[in-house]
């Protein structure tokens, strides 16, 4: 893991958490519930994102599990609630 | 010296934080819902896809394991924007500057609700 990459991975790191703020805006301003479950979507995507370059920078394999069970929970979070939002009733 | 995976790592990694930015610049730009569920499908597709192959480059020994999250990512994070979409407009959120709604017309004929 030569210096240029590790640096660079924390950049992508620092990036991403910087990413993250205006979805927490966009969360809290949204003006209906749709807004606010994309925002939701959206930071769960970047987590996913963050995880996975934690994995690459600190060449740990854990992460890389953790990714993958919040992509399979997020996606299933999503889908119940914009059921729930469309139609007032989640399954 | 540096590694020739590394290097497509790093390229990788960049090609999805560009989208990613670009993603989350479209999500805070946009007027309203169904736009900046175009952007931020941006960034769960590509941003995601990219950050993927670029961990799979650095950390060669669990390539397999993320070659399947990049197929599952790829196939579900649409259907979760279409779905987000498909409850925006259920729950009655018109378009900003839409000159036409073609779902409108068509509604009275879709047999779902």
């Not at chain 1, 620092?14 to 805006?25: Q, Y």
């Not at chain 1, 966009?26 to 996913?48: E, F, K, N, Y």
């Not at chain 2, 999805?16 to 931020?40: C, E, K, N, Q």
């Amino acid at each position: 893991m030569n210096p240029l990459a590790e640096f660079f991975l924390q950049v992508t790191l620092i990036v991403l958490i910087a990413l993250v703020i205006p979805c927490v805006h966009r969360m809290i301003a949204g003006p209906s519930a749709a807004d606010r479950l994309q925002a939701v979507d959206t930071i769960t995507t970047l987590l996913i994102g963050i995880a996975l370059a934690l994995a690459a920078l600190r060449q740990e394999w854990m992460f890389v599990d953790i990714a993958l069970a919040l992509a399979a929970l997020s996606f299933i979070g999503t889908l119940a609630l914009a059921r729930y939002i469309s139609e007032g009733k989640w399954f | 010296m540096v590694l020739m995976s590394e290097i497509f790592g790093i390229a990788a990694v960049a090609f999805g934080l560009f989208f990613s930015v670009v993603g989350i610049l479209g999500l805070v730009r946009m007027p309203d819902v169904y736009t900046r569920l175009h952007a931020s499908g941006k960034v769960s597709t590509l941003g995601l896809f990219g950050l993927l192959v670029g961990t799979a480059f650095f950390l060669p020994d669990t390539a397999l394991k993320l070659i399947a999250l990049a197929i599952f990512a790829i196939l579900t994070l649409p259907v979760s924007t279409h779905a987000i979409a498909k409850a925006a407009y259920g729950h009655g959120i018109t378009p900003a500057r839409a000159s036409r709604d073609d779902l409108a017309e068509g509604r009275d004929m879709s047999p779902s609700a």
